[in-house]
């Protein structure tokens, strides 16, 4: 298993087919919509269409994101994409970051360069793949690809492939499941976790009552409800159905940004404007990355092989007793405009927690919201505990 430089280098023809597609867009019409509460703003969402199809320039941003060096390698029969970044250092710390839905590897950028940077802290070799089936980890034609089996292809990435002995592992959403896995079940290759969403083995935050959160974490169980409304929808689809959603997103570009865009403007912290927050630029980069590479109905599959019908009831058993359930040192960021939230006492029980952090700002998509804050709990949380 030797990884081979990538280039990333869409053909022509997929973006002129692309831009096609987006002006000749078929508009449903909208009213009485002003809230998004029926979902995207037609008028929003034709703003930014117009945008994507006559000023968005996918090369400057296909270039921007070759400054990385990019690799490609297939375990198990599943193609793997990665960044990998050196430090040069002998004392760097292995790092993976994993992303989630309807995240890509790029989210990840702003915090690759924040931590590539030479501060005097701790140093860090950085492995940013892309899940099987987004992106340029295509084509996933292999079934069972759940949270567990991302988990061992993780542990080959970085130990078979790229020859590291140990490592440390982060990220958000389905990467911060995935780093779950990785610390429940590879405790001997882990150095250290951390995450921003908390995703535990055989444990569902939705059963908890007001009552199991302390006094001063009251309110994440009101965020977290208040949120549900918006986070339902995409589960119940993405389990039940996958392949049914597919062939429209696979069919209309404008179909994919929708399905992705109003989960930045309802999952981040941006007071109902994510152009302000993210950019024109990142936005329509997030669809094109899904779109040009014909994932979008890939990346579902997950949410199938993961869920067991009704919505969150996750099949992720335990594969041990033993307690804490996660015996690696773990370290927990909290964003105010997370959508998913344990009380501490609760993590407490069922990691090696070391560090516990309420960041005073942030949403659902931490690494790309507020990446200097993140970056800086990487470095203070690695630097106590593996320093």
């Known amino acids: 298993m030797t990884p081979e430089r990538f280039t990333i280098a869409i053909a022509d023809e997929r973006l002129d087919d692309m831009r096609r597609r987006l002006r000749a867009t078929a508009w449903p019409g909208d009213y009485g919509n002003d809230d998004w509460r029926f979902g995207v703003g037609e008028d929003w969402l034709r703003d930014m269409v117009a945008y994507w199809a006559e000023d968005y320039d996918w090369r400057a941003e296909e270039a921007r994101m070759n400054a990385w060096p990019h690799y490609r390698v297939e375990i198990d029969g599943v193609p793997i994409h990665f960044i990998h970044v050196r430090s040069g250092r002998p004392d760097a710390i292995p790092l993976i970051l994993t992303h989630g839905w309807p995240w890509s590897f790029w989210d990840w950028h702003a915090v690759i360069a924040e931590l590539a940077a030479d501060t005097g802290g701790p140093a860090f070799d950085l492995v940013v793949p892309s899940l099987p089936g987004y992106g340029f980890s295509s084509p996933l034609r292999k079934p069972g690809v759940n949270t567990r089996a991302v988990g061992k292809l993780w542990v080959k990435l970085m130990c078979d492939v790229l020859g590291y002995e140990r490592f440390a592992a982060a990220g958000g959403d389905w990467g911060a499941a995935i780093t779950a896995e990785l610390g429940h079940a590879h405790p001997e290759r882990l150095l250290a976790i951390h995450m921003t969403l908390l995703l535990l083995p055989d444990t569902n935050a939705f059963a908890l009552a007001p009552g199991d959160f302390a006094p001063d974490e009251q309110w994440m169980h009101r965020r977290m409800w208040e949120a549900f409304p918006h986070v339902t929808s995409h589960v119940a689809v993405h389990a039940a159905d996958p392949q049914t959603l597919a062939y429209a997103m696979a069919d209309s570009p404008v179909g994919t940004a929708a399905w992705l865009w109003e989960r930045r ?119 106590d505990v593996l320093g």
């Open 265 to 383: 403007r309802f999952w981040s912290d941006c007071e109902g404007d994510p152009v302000a927050l993210y950019g024109r630029d990142f936005l329509c980069t997030t669809a094109s990355l899904y779109w040009l590479t014909n994932t979008t109905g890939t990346s579902f599959r997950l949410y199938a092989e993961q869920f067991t019908g009704a919505a969150f009831a996750q099949d992720w058993p335990l594969l041990h007793d033993r307690r804490p359930m996660i015996p690696v040192p773990t370290g927990i960021a909290v964003a105010p405009k997370e959508l998913i939230f344990l009380p501490r006492a609760e993590v407490a029980k069922r990691t090696d927690l070391r560090r516990w952090q309420v960041v005073e700002r942030g949403g659902h998509f931490l690494p790309a919201e507020q990446p200097a804050i993140l970056a800086a709990e990487y470095r203070a949380y690695f630097a």
